[in-house]
């Protein structure tokens, strides 16, 4: 599907709508017809209501990023709800990532795979229990691919690595190309790990 304006102003829309009228912008988010943006716009005014209006607008979100005709598109805007889910039903959030994870690992191409597990473990970082069924999956599509970008990612989830699995620094490290960047990776690694 192709976005229009109309998504993009509506998104916009219904963001700063839901600041004082959440209800009124979960009423503008769902008329927005391109799946992505009706996600991130449900997921905006989810993170104003509260109880059954929330869980609502969340589970419509979801709905929406499953709309998505590619495992990386799906998992990367399925991030933002799963994100507010995260900080209210921790334990359904789970299972969310649970199949996350899993379309994910459909994705044959490593880069948009670990592009779409970087946003959920970004979205996710909050919550070590939960970033921790995120990790693994992305250390493997890290693993797995080679190249400027992935060594791109591979520094900007560094971190995330240390707080979820130390034990992956190292070779996430050595993964990455041989440069000054390497170098720091090395230099901030854990004694033992060096």
Not at 15 to 39: F, N, Q, V
Not at 72 to 83: I, K, L, M, Q, Y
Request: aromatic share 6%.
């Amino acid at each position: 599907m192709k976005v229009t304006a109309s998504d993009v102003r509506g998104r916009a829309q219904v963001t700063r709508i839901a600041e004082t009228d959440p209800k009124a912008a979960l009423k503008l988010a769902r008329k927005i017809s391109h799946a992505w943006y009706r996600c991130q716009a449900l997921t905006a005014a989810a993170e104003r209501l509260n109880g059954k209006e929330q869980m609502v607008a969340l589970s419509a979100a979801l709905a929406a990023a499953k709309e998505q005709d590619e495992p990386n598109r799906v998992v990367t805007v399925a991030s933002w709800p799963v994100g507010v889910l995260a900080s209210i039903k921790p334990e359904l959030a789970a299972k969310w990532i649970a199949e996350l994870v899993s379309i994910a690992e459909t994705e044959p191409h490593n880069l948009r795979r670990s592009h779409a597990l970087q946003f959920l473990a970004f979205q996710t970082s909050p919550y070590p229990e939960l970033l921790e069924l995120v990790t693994p999956a992305l250390a493997e599509a890290l693993l797995g691919g080679h190249g400027p970008r992935i060594d791109r990612v591979i520094r900007d989830t560094f971190d995330i690595f240390r707080s979820t699995h130390p034990h992956l620094l190292r070779p996430l490290a050595l993964h990455h190309k041989a440069n000054r960047q390497q170098q720091k990776l090395f230099e901030s690694l854990p004694c033992e790990e060096i």
